[in-house]
């Protein structure tokens, strides 16, 4: 069997970054390939018990429990060690891998320290002798500008074998510097149907919206939308970010995020995975406008930047065509496994 070597995020307890790597490694599984994940762990990674003592000191700031600090940090532990086969950069070139593969998620984000700390393996420079591609790469909000005065970002990019991005943004970029087009994948979340996820959910009985948001809801904006729950008898639920106002808070596990957003009437949510999940589960939803490109990004993708909003609920009121959604992304999906699988056999 081959081997292949996936440099990308999954050290962490953000659900969405988890979820990402679990898909990719899944899919290379079943097209046949043997699947380890290069180490990219550093003092910034968002899962280490240097993270998990600042949250708890938060959350006792905060007045707020301090074990649900601790219980999802134990979750992700054994989550991250029974799932990947992880190998050190140090050890790369003598694993017998047939290829790299770049990415998913923000992983050229120059203005993250996290990234920056590892920007040796996150761009490839590390290693001569093993074909490197990317999949679904992106430089989040990096200015080009910034980019552009940087030499290593043209450097690597131009020792890539082959070269997928996950948005627009980035894409120009890319080609900015290479002067040719470049693949759009879609992130590996979306590599899969919502079978794939439904086999990892649990039922969930009561109505509720769900909240799924990085950032607080303006107050004025809850008051609405508990008028709203109200009308329609409707919980309202927050996944892992604690949102002032909420009827229930839970842990963003695995297991909770997808049977959460399966389950759920309506969503709001303003990141991108909270966006890509609510389009495969074909939910009822609204993303609150927060000028993300990556997130404004993939609404245009399957033509729902309509479901773009400040403070409108009114949107809920607006059917979404699924049909015409789910069939743009069947399409976005298939070019996706074929840049891939294509890129890992032919070389460049």
Not at 96 to 104: A, D, R
Request: net charge positive; hydrophobic share 40%; proline share 1%.
């Amino acid at each position: 069997m081959k081997k292949i070597g996936i440099i990308t995020v999954y050290h962490t307890e953000n659900t969405g970054s988890v979820l990402q790597a679990t898909a990719l490694k899944d899919f290379l599984t079943l097209s046949g390939y043997d699947v380890y994940f290069v180490n990219t762990r550093n003092k910034y990674s968002a899962h280490s018990k240097f993270a998990l003592l600042k949250n708890i000191l938060k959350s006792i700031k905060t007045k707020s429990d301090f074990r649900q600090c601790i219980s999802r940090y134990n979750y992700f532990e054994r989550y991250i060690r029974n799932t990947f086969l992880v190998v050190n950069a140090d050890q790369v070139e003598s694993c017998g891998f047939e290829k790299l593969v770049i990415g998913s998620d923000t992983v050229w984000n120059i203005d993250s320290r996290y990234f920056k700390a590892s920007e040796d393996l996150f761009w490839g420079m590390r290693w001569k002798k093993i074909p490197i591609i990317s999949y679904a790469v992106s430089i989040a909000n990096s200015s080009i500008e910034k980019l552009s005065q940087l030499t290593y970002p043209e450097k690597a990019v131009k020792s890539l074998e082959a070269i997928g991005v996950r948005d627009t943004y980035t894409q120009a970029f890319v080609e900015t510097v290479l002067k040719k087009q470049v693949a759009l994948n879609c992130d590996p979340t979306m590599l899969f149907g919502v079978d794939y996820y439904r086999e990892k959910c649990f039922p969930i009985k009561e109505r509720f919206i769900l909240l799924y948001l990085f950032e607080e809801i303006r107050p004025e904006l809850m008051e609405e939308l508990k008028e709203f729950a109200f009308k329609r008898n409707l919980k309202i639920v927050c996944l892992g970010k604690f949102i002032k106002g909420c009827d229930i808070w839970k842990i963003s596990t695995l297991d909770n995020f997808l049977s959460y957003f399966d389950s759920a009437d309506y969503v709001i949510t303003n990141t991108f995975h909270g966006t890509a999940f609510s389009i495969i589960f074909n939910k009822n939803f609204i993303v609150l406008d927060y000028n993300k490109i990556k997130v404004n990004e993939i609404l245009g993708k399957v033509e729902l930047n309509c479901r773009l909003t400040k403070n409108n609920l009114g949107l809920f009121e607006c059917e979404i065509d699924y049909k015409k959604v789910n069939s743009i992304l069947d399409q976005f999906r298939e070019s996706s496994k074929r840049y891939l699988l294509q890129a890992l056999k032919q070389g460049k």
